[in-house]
């Protein structure tokens, strides 16, 4: 599988490249160009098709021609000790949760994914990668789980003063891990600019294998395509007619991953978000992505540190308005809304949930009448354990689940007792530390 730029489809890069470079030198952000048609594949797989199969295949499909198919099953392998759960709430209605990894979110999905083909690329062509990112806390989490025992791959991690958490000491850098948490003072958004500082010097950043471990990236993305047709696999004996998937807007990624499933003929009718600023309906009920309206050559380049899916979404629909509008459908949704959707999940079908899955609810609840026909069934995007959602379990519902014990740990908060990073300029500093081995 080939890959081009948002800004300049001349470029052709191979996903090893994509994934390295993280963005094109034009400040675009990498697509897929020639995404393989596995309408095959699609019909071979069923129920009993595990997650990690579904994920080797795929992975083939778009590296094959750089590594072999043992290779792109290992990486898979490697990735997923987990897999999610999905559940049929009636006829027409379908639950998948996406917490079933390290912290109980979606996340662990992509980061684990991402992982994994890094190390294992990097075992084989040589070379480390170093991820450097802005976490609330939960990314680092995760890292720390997914990189525990890799020998080519590290991250540096930058939280708000007094938000470490779910890290074990042995974990840093300093004691022999692969995580070098620092604290730094301000907003996020001061943060985040200090860290984009860094990426705006591109020999630096490859100089040091630098990259990030967002939907920027093109391979953390990638590896949220596969719950599409593993979630069409496990249901498909069960549905007679057309099919939907409803999910909270996010940064957009899943949605991005779920149009590229349908792109290699994952049999969906349309995709269902609630609307945001970035991407609601005009006067006419047709879907706007608000970015539209400022033509690419006037933009500055994507931010790594920001995910930048609006503009994949761009891409991929172009100036094909009908498209657009026979695929997606943003549809408004109050607290109200979803608060009480909450409550119908718990009290018809004894699914607690958190605020994201709720909103995914009412916004397929909406849509209900238009594109559920007496044969249509709706996948339900459920991205985070309810528990970690406690407030709003008890404030929606009178009451929350209890989280379980693998999830505790990544809530710990730690206290680092280092010297909190300056600037851009300390960070250069620390990652040249890290990538000297101290």
């Known amino acids: 599988m080939n890959f081009t730029s948002t800004r300049n489809e001349n470029l052709s890069v191979k996903f090893s490249q994509a994934v390295r470079d993280c963005i094109p030198e034009d400040g675009g952000v990498f697509i897929p160009t020639d995404i393989e048609d596995l309408r095959r594949w699609i019909y071979y797989i069923d129920k009993k098709t595990s997650f990690t199969s579904i994920a080797g295949s795929l992975t083939s499909a778009f590296i094959g021609d750089e590594f072999s198919p043992i290779i792109c099953n290992k990486i898979a392998m490697d990735a997923f000790p987990f897999e999610p759960v999905i559940k049929q709430l009636d006829d027409h209605l379908f639950l998948m949760e996406l917490y079933n990894g390290y912290t109980g979110y979606h996340r662990d999905y992509g980061v684990s994914y991402l992982c994994s083909y890094l190390e294992t690329t990097s075992k084989l062509n040589g070379g480390n990668a170093l991820f450097l990112d802005f976490t609330h806390g939960g990314l680092g989490a995760v890292l720390a789980n997914t990189l525990r025992g890799k020998k080519h791959v590290k991250a540096v991690l930058v939280y708000q003063k007094g938000t470490v958490r779910g890290l074990d000491e042995n974990d840093f850098v300093w004691n022999g891990g692969n995580i070098y948490p620092v604290e730094m003072e301000g907003s996020e958004e001061q943060i985040k600019a200090e860290i984009s500082k860094v990426f705006c010097d591109r020999t630096y950043v490859h100089e040091n294998a630098l990259t990030v471990a967002n939907t920027t990236n093109v391979c953390r993305l990638l590896g949220q395509i596969f719950f599409y047709p593993y979630s069409f696999a496990k249901i498909k004996d069960r549905i007679y007619g057309d099919l939907y998937y409803s999910m909270d807007a996010g940064n957009y990624g899943t949605l991005t991953a779920g149009l590229m499933s349908w792109k290699f003929a994952l049999p969906a009718n349309g995709f269902i978000v609630p609307s945001t600023n970035a991407l609601s309906r005009d006067g006419m009920g047709n879907p706007v992505i608000l970015d539209s309206f400022v033509d690419l050559e006037k933009r500055g380049a994507v931010n790594p540190i920001h995910p930048a899916n609006l503009e994949r979404l761009e891409h991929f629909f172009g100036n094909n308005g009908v498209m657009l509008k026979n695929f997606v459908y943003p549809v408004e949704v109050t607290d109200a809304m979803t608060e009480s959707a909450a409550k119908e999940l718990y009290i018809k079908y004894g699914v607690y949930c958190d605020e994201m899955a709720a909103r995914a ?78």
């Open 361 to 438: 609810y009412a916004a397929a609840k909406e849509n209900k009448e238009e594109i559920l026909d007496d044969d249509g069934a709706a996948v339900l995007y459920s991205y985070s354990h309810p528990a970690i959602h406690s407030d709003f379990c008890r404030h929606a519902i009178g009451e929350s689940p209890e989280i379980p014990e693998i999830l505790k740990y990544s809530l710990i908060p730690n206290e680092l007792k280092r010297p909190f990073a300056n600037g851009a300029e300390d960070l250069r500093k620390i990652v040249d530390q890290v990538n000297k081995g101290l």
